[in-house]
């Protein structure tokens, strides 16, 4: 009996594809493109149906600088500590009309409301409203485009304070340690008066322009990122004008 001719080559062209092994489906193979890996369903991610390459999100280094924030505020503790004071009658009164707000914007810049800088103001706010005695208010919250480089973040705090320069002080030493601040200089602190600071930062690779200050009614800070101190100072009183408020 004739057998057949033998193939040189393999199975003819037209010969169907092996069958899939049991468990697996059969996946084409897109032509140019290699084989598909497992957990890859086409051979090129760039397809429908392939994940997009992920995006570096500038919001995570921005995390961490403001946890550095939060430990000089809150976490230098008792340097925070508020008490009715024996000062000139004026004084006193002042500081307690004050009182620190979030304006809908800030010297021209819009409030960011993106969740996790969002979340992060909250977090900052209640962090100092459980740490400061005797608290009359707190803020804490992110103005500009972070994608432009344009961003600033304040923090502070209101209520009858005893000694204004020493609580500037402890703030100096905390920047100084958590935000790599190396001097900062006296400036104006402008018409609402008490004593501020203005000094270059850096932290994980961002400059920073950071301005402090603190009088009797209140504390607070001023972090440009991407800026310098002396952009950072050039902005301090109308920044702080918005911020801290006396009725």
Same mark, same amino acid.
């Given at each position: ?5 033998? #193939?040189?080559?393999?199975? +003819? ?13 059969? &996946? ?17 991610? @760039?397809? %429908?149906?392939?994940?997009? +390459? ?39 009164v002042d ?9 809908? =914007? ?12 969002q979340k ?9 409203? @459980?740490? &400061?005695?005797?608290?009359? @208010? %707190? ?18 705090? @209101? ?10 002080? #402890?703030? &100096? ?29 850096? =932290? ?14 209140? &504390?607070?800070?001023v972090v ?24």
């Open positions: 009996m004739s057998q057949p001719p033998a #193939t040189p080559y393999g199975p +003819p062209h037209d010969s169907p594809p092996p069958p899939p092994q049991q468990g697996q489906p059969a &996946v084409p193979q897109q032509q140019g493109f290699p084989p598909a890996q497992p957990g890859q369903p086409y051979g090129d991610p @760039s397809l %429908a149906g392939g994940p997009p +390459p992920a995006k570096k999100s500038k919001v995570g280094k921005i995390v961490l600088i403001v946890l550095a924030v939060v430990l000089v505020l809150c976490l230098g503790g008792a340097a925070i500590t508020w008490f009715a004071v024996k000062d000139e009658v004026g004084d006193v500081a307690t009309k004050t009182r620190v707000v979030a304006p809908a =914007t800030l010297a021209g810049r819009p409030k960011i409301d993106d969740p996790e800088l992060l103001s909250d977090d900052l706010v209640a962090e100092m409203k @459980s740490t &400061v005695q005797n608290e009359t @208010s %707190a803020v804490g919250a992110f103005y500009g485009d972070p994608a432009k480089e344009d961003l600033v973040m304040i923090a502070g705090t @209101s209520g009858l304070m005893a000694d204004p320069k020493k609580e500037l002080d #402890t703030a &100096v030493t905390g920047l100084s340690t958590e935000l790599g601040v190396a001097t900062m200089a006296t400036v104006d602190p402008g018409p609402l008066g008490g004593d501020a600071r203005c000094g270059d930062g850096k =932290t994980d690779g961002v400059p920073l322009g950071v301005c402090v200050w603190a009088d009797k009614g209140s &504390v607070g800070l440009m990122f991407f800026k310098s101190g002396a952009e950072a100072q050039a902005e301090f009183a109308t920044i702080r004008g918005q911020v801290e408020q006396r009725s």
